[in-house]
Nanobody, 109 residues
Framework: QLQASGGGLVQPGGSLRLSCAAS????????MSWARQAPGKGPEWVSF????????FYADSVKGRFTISRDNAKNTLYLQMNSLKPEDTAVYYC????WGKGTQVTVSS
């Protein structure tokens, strides 16, 4: 099971930190991703991290603003989001071979 949390309403230029609690599987052996879906649009991959945290990748739209990380001891995935823009508004999901429950992020003044 994957459960994202930490979303909310934030002003443009603000920051949020998303968390994803994993359970029911050996989290530390799975590569993980964050993805998002904006209203009326298809899903968009955001970021990826290898199982050991040794490699990370980002979509061009978030590169330099978002940071993915993980704590395998706590079975938790994170996404630090800085310099948020209105176009970052979406439901954010953590995912591996399956998707978890999302958390809403709204960037608006």
């Amino acid at each position: 099971q994957l459960q994202a949390s930490g979303g909310g309403l934030v002003q443009p230029g603000g920051s949020l930190r998303l968390s994803c609690a994993a359970s029911g599987f050996t989290f530390g052996t799975y590569d993980m991703s964050w993805a998002r879906q904006a209203p009326g649009k298809g899903p968009e991959w955001v970021s990826f991290i290898r199982s050991d945290g040794g490699s990370t990748f980002y979509a061009d739209s978030v590169k330099g603003r978002f940071t993915i990380s993980r704590d395998n001891a706590k079975n938790t995935l994170y996404l630090q989001m800085n310099s948020l823009k209105p176009e970052d508004t979406a439901v954010y999901y953590c995912a591996t071979d399956w998707w978890g429950k999302g958390t809403q992020v709204t960037v608006s003044s």
